[in-house]
């Protein structure tokens, strides 16, 4: 008995009792912080209506405090462990203190990241700040190493500092990246270049979609097809792209499409074709001011007006012009604020292009290009009732029917008649 009571009395117990005490309050630290800040806090975050404290929970914020107790225990405790040498002391200090800055860091870090998601969950304009965030994160995780360094070989912070101007040129080199990113992360956002949700085209980069993610060093792109092209941030700002939110926001959608009228189908309208496109209703109108334009017009001419040449004469292709411009103007789905134009094109050996320029009432793409295809078959169809034909190129069908006429022609039997 006496025997174990001079063990316990030795120095070497006391130090072993004071360190083994020390890790227990480092252990028992740990698991109050954990069950009341970790705990306490999300159950907090369930009863309440607010949304930034789940936030926090659900990135970490209260996990990584939690782990800066035991690292502060240690670090303020270990000084109270009797008969430790001083320099294993200030070693186990400044490696606590060394991990205290960690867990700071990281709780830095997560609570970033948190703000990030709720901006974006309450950011009604598409801003994203994202890049200015990893950029103070690189800038906190850059001083934090410093600092850490700096505390695992007891040196004073700003001696590891002063170096950093010499090595400003490989510092530079590695982040060029980063720093080019960031500047142009600047510009796209006090410019309003871009927003997440942008439908943006850039052919030299294969992009063509809806922006989901704007970061630091790269602008994520979904395309059409559901697949993601990445591009470098600084790209947009060197490399030009389409936006089409400005699209998006004005509520109307641009059609602007030709149909390929053949030029042998052009003709004047005699008085029986006038007569009955005046059934229409579309064309009542304007065929009734029209005629009567044109006969005071020609009345005018006197003697000369005799002749059709000298004739103001209605057309074909002319009247169909009007009658789509009233049918757009009259069409439920078609923009009326907005331009409405229905114009003849250049004719370059492909028949005469009517084109249609006007917007639609929605941006949605399938809708769009359901009013798109409805007006256009609905001016297809309704061609031959102005005597128009739509250009084409001879398909194969039109090629083999014209060479079994030719065929049928030469077989027909010919009559051949005596001379007298």
Known sequence: ??????????????????????????????IIARRVLVRSLAALSIRTSWTWDDTL??????????????????????????????ALV?????????CTILFAILAIGATLNALDSVYRRRARNGRSIKSYLQFVKIAVY?????????TLIDRSPLILLSGVGALSAVL????????????????????????????IEMPAMG??????????????????????????????????????????????RRIKRSLAIDAGSVHFLDAEETQRLAGFRLLHDYLEGKRAEVSRWNE????????????????????????????????????????IIVRQLDSKGQGIPLELYCFTRTTAWVEYER??????????????????????????????????????????????????
């Open 1 to 30: 008995m006496e025997t174990i009571q001079v063990w316990l009395e030795q120095p070497l117990m006391h130090t072993a009792g004071g360190l083994l005490a020390l890790l227990l309050a480092a252990w028992v630290a740990a």
């Open 57 to 86: 929970v659900e990135h970490g914020v209260p996990r990584r405090l939690a782990q800066l107790a035991p690292t502060l225990v240690v670090q303020f405790g270990i000084g109270l462990v009797p008969d430790l040498p001083p």
């Open 90 to 98: 200030a070693i186990v200090r400044n490696v606590a203190l060394a």
């Open 142 to 150: 850059i001083l934090g190493a410093v600092v850490i360094i700096a």
């Open 172 to 199: 530079l080199l590695v982040f060029k990246d980063t720093l080019l990113g960031f500047v142009a992360g600047v510009q796209l956002t006090s410019n309003d270049m871009l927003r997440v949700g942008d439908w």
């Open 207 to 252: 992009a063509d979609g809806d922006v989901v993610d704007i970061a630091l060093h790269t602008v994520k792109v979904q395309n059409w097809d559901k697949t993601i092209t990445t591009i470098p941030t600084w790209k947009l700002i060197t490399d030009p792209f389409k936006n089409w939110r400005g699209m998006s926001e004005s509520g109307g």
């Open 300 to 339: 005018g001419l006197g003697e000369a007006g005799r002749l059709p040449v000298n004739q103001r004469r209605l057309t074909t292709l002319g009247t169909l012009r009007a009658y789509a411009l009233a049918y757009l103007q009259a069409h439920p789905d078609i923009h009326p604020e907005m331009t």
């Open 371 to 420: 009013v798109q295809s409805d007006i256009f078959d609905h001016l297809i169809a309704i061609l031959p009732e102005f005597g128009l034909r739509l250009y084409q190129n001879p398909a194969g069908g039109d090629v083999r029917d014209a060479l079994a006429a030719v065929v049928a022609s030469r077989e027909e039997p010919r009559t051949w008649h005596a001379s007298t």
